[in-house]
């Protein structure tokens, strides 16, 4: 009854007091709910009980359960926390998860598209109607210039300069221009002079993709269109909306594109960011290699 009381009240001071965000509460009382299921099977006794070798044997029960890195790093973030909350209410002098060191998660390389299956991708919109013009416009902008999916719903009609060639983009306290492929340039010009001014709904509606509503497209319905010409494509890999962006930079880097070019397109403050594209361009090198090569 008191570890019920502990936790309702540190699910209280992170709504009220830290204010955070509900992704993050959801994911500390999901953490916390587990964590609070194994100290009753296993103890009985109030969490103010424990002390750090119980804390990292529940570890090791989370890793022999199969936990990833991350969600055993989680667990061990919500646990410092949720017991910095009972030293600060007074309940216990020190924190029992001090001591627990959280796994070193492997970072997996995104995965990209080969260009043919790009080709493939873009191919499949048809432009028969409005849906399939606007479609082939997005993909076409998405690979053409790698911008993140909400920043490709957030456009404005007024953020593309078809005469110049090129895109407006905003994010944050960031902002830059993006060059357009001529494919792309064609695309958003059938889009945008034919076919958007008769799907709004509001003809001062500024958004450059919008939905069969004629208001702006959402994240969710452009998932859906992904995942639609994946499967019209015939692709067996897994696309998101993320993966033309992957597939964006990793290209321009096979080109001979360089690095602090490819940053600046995608908008990373860090070039380390950008360098994880190396390491992907590598590997897809090696993969040829091994797969191509007779006495490899």
């Known amino acids: 009854m008191q570890n019920t009381m502990y936790i309702n009240q540190y699910e209280a001071y992170l709504q009220e007091v830290k204010q955070v965000s509900k992704n993050t509460l959801s994911s500390y009382m999901r953490d916390l709910k587990q964590f609070g299921q194994y100290w009753a099977r296993n103890s009985g006794t109030a969490f103010r009980d424990a002390v750090g070798s119980d804390l990292d044997e529940y570890i090791k029960w989370l890793r022999k359960n199969g936990k990833s890195p991350a969600t055993v790093s989680r667990s061990i973030a919500s646990l410092r926390s949720f017991y910095q909350f009972l030293i600060e209410q007074g309940v216990v002098s020190s924190n029992p998860a001090s001591k627990l060191v959280p796994e070193k998660a492997v970072k997996k390389l995104p995965q990209i598209l080969t260009s043919r299956e790009v080709e493939q991708l873009l191919d499949q919109p048809s432009c028969t109607d ?93 998932w859906k269109i992904i995942k639609q010409y994946q499967e019209k ?20 880097l096979e080109n001979g594109a360089d690095l602090r070019s490819i940053q600046e397109m995608l908008g990373h403050a860090d070039i380390s960011s950008t360098q994880v594209y190396v390491q992907l361009v590598k590997k897809q090198l090696k993969d040829v290699y091994l797969k191509a090569h007779p006495r490899a």
């Open 233 to 252: 494509a015939n692709i067996s890999k897994e696309i998101t909306p993320h993966t033309l962006r992957h597939s964006f930079a990793a290209h321009l």
């Open 130 to 222: 409005p849906k399939g013009y606007r479609d082939k416009a997005m993909l076409e902008v998405l690979y053409a210039t790698g911008i993140r999916v909400s920043e490709l719903i957030s456009l404005d009609e007024g953020d593309i300069n078809l005469a110049l060639g090129v895109l407006h983009c905003k994010n944050w306290n960031r902002e830059r221009m993006i060059p357009l492929y001529p494919a792309a340039i064609a695309a958003l010009e059938e889009y945008m002079g034919k076919v958007r001014p008769h799907m709004l709904s509001d003809r001062d509606e500024p958004a450059l993709f919008v939905n069969m509503s004629g208001e702006r497209m959402s994240r969710q319905g452009f």
